[in-house]
């Protein structure tokens, strides 16, 4: 995304932090660097300066950046990221100093968001969470504007064109909220249908990278894009799969969360993440073998709680176990609580005891049995086809054996024929 000169090559890039105590400024840095890795930056150098307070014109201290400007130099970098949100004045008035692209974490997050977006629904929540964060910033970017979509570092219009621009933009929000309300309605219409029609959905959540959608790919072949960057789903995907007991559960992939995800961004995606709110259950998955772990899950919880989840049940699914062999990292969660399931997407393991807990934290909806019915009442086994589903018949002297998977309204009747 961030292309240099020669393509292919990594941008790179140095990391600044202005440690006020405010959060760890080591681990938000080593977060930031992966985030610049999947923007394909290389990160030459990491810059954290302890500091009560920001600088209100240029974020760190004047004299740190003067020491950093020397640094830049000598290791040949392109771009400098700082690890907080920059008024459009801060990022004019650091690069007059450094003299390279300066931009900040959430300019940072929005860019790959955009160039991962898949769907439209997708493209149009980042176009419109990156149109708002830059709004008010145009003040005092002077001929730095940005422009949107695959990167920064292309000169936009100068300070003369700021109305235009300004009216632009807002004029574009309107669509973009427009379209986004067309495309929820329809949405709650199929997600309200699917609900009429009995279809059970879990959804897939957790922190990003943690391996939620090598888990639907692993339950389902769902061909959904898995790698080794952050942010690889944008949208939902979701995909259907028969349970041991033969439901059928729809399974939804989430895009992954993120610690100080920028509020224009959680705002924006509060649509895609309604879905979740509407689950029968949800699949909170975490790294085990990260030392985030906890900490992600509880990110993950949080968000959750924020978007209305509390009443859903939730299996906590420590994922990439077949890691933990070789790390001396020690699981922070009891896992023998049936809530807690160990599972490898990438090896294919626990998922039968995920699915057993999946099917113990489903509501009821359906059972599956095997009965005799006899002759006199075959138009019972026409009312369990109708409303179920038959896996095998056999017509015997007494009357019909039969498996099938029948509906909670026709389990009392049922009963009696159990064999
Ligand atoms: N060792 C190991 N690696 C895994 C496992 N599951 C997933 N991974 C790897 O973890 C990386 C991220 O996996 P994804 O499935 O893309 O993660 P995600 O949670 O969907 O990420 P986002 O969509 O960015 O939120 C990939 O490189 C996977 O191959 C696992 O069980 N074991
Ligand atoms: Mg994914």
Request: proline share 3%; hydrophobic share 40%; aromatic share 4%.
């Amino acid at each position: 995304m961030y292309e240099n000169k020669t393509k292919e090559t990594p941008v790179k890039a140095v990391l600044a932090c202005v440690d006020t105590g405010e959060f760890d400024a080591e681990t938000s840095i080593a977060e930031l660097s992966e985030l610049a890795r999947t923007a394909n930056a290389e990160t030459v150098a990491e810059v954290i300066q302890k500091r009560p307070t920001f600088d209100s014109a240029v974020c760190m201290g004047a004299g740190r950046l003067e020491e950093l400007r020397e640094q830049i130099k000598m290791l040949d970098a392109e771009l400098v990221i700082f690890d907080h949100e920059l008024t459009g004045a801060q990022v004019r008035n650091i690069e007059d100093i450094l003299d390279v692209r300066v931009i900040d974490r959430t300019t940072l997050i929005l860019d790959i968001f955009a160039q991962r977006a898949r769907t439209k629904e997708g493209k149009l929540q980042v176009e419109l969470a990156q149109q708002k964060y830059r709004l008010p910033r145009l003040v005092g970017m002077g001929t730095a504007l940005s422009r949107l979509g695959g990167g920064i570092g292309t000169r936009g219009p100068g300070e003369t064109k700021l109305e235009t621009d300004r009216r632009h933009i807002r004029r574009r929000i309107e669509y973009l909220e427009n379209e986004l309300e067309q495309l929820k309605k329809h949405r709650s219409f199929s997600r309200s249908r699917r609900k009429k029609d009995g279809v059970l959905c879990a959804a897939i959540v957790g922190y990003t990278n943690v391996g939620k959608s090598t888990l639907l790919n692993a339950l389902t072949d769902a061909g959904v894009i898995a790698e080794n960057k952050l942010f690889a789903t944008l949208d939902i995907t979701s995909r259907a799969i028969e349970l041991p007991d033969g439901r059928s559960v729809m399974l939804i992939d989430t895009v992954g969360l993120i610690r100080r995800l920028p509020h224009e961004l959680v705002e924006a995606f509060k649509s895609t993440l309604e879905e979740v709110a509407s689950a029968d259950i949800i699949l909170n998955v975490c790294d085990i073998s990260s030392p985030e772990c906890e900490e992600q899950a509880e990110v993950t919880e949080k968000l959750l709680s924020e978007l209305g989840c509390d009443g859903i049940p939730k299996i906590n699914v420590f994922n990439k176990s077949d890691k933990l062999l070789n790390a001396d990292c020690v699981p922070p969660f009891r896992i023998t609580d049936y809530n807690n399931v160990m599972i490898s997407a990438r090896h294919h393991s626990g998922f039968d005891r995920l699915l057993e807990c999946i099917i113990k934290n489903l509501p009821e909806t359906a059972r599956r049995m095997k009965m005799l019915i006899p002759y006199e009442d075959t138009a019972f086994i026409a009312e369990i086809r109708r409303e179920g589903k038959v896996f095998s018949e056999e017509y015997t002297e007494n009357g019909t054996e039969i498996d099938a998977l029948v509906d909670i309204k026709l389990i009392k009747s049922a009963e009696k024929y159990i064999i």
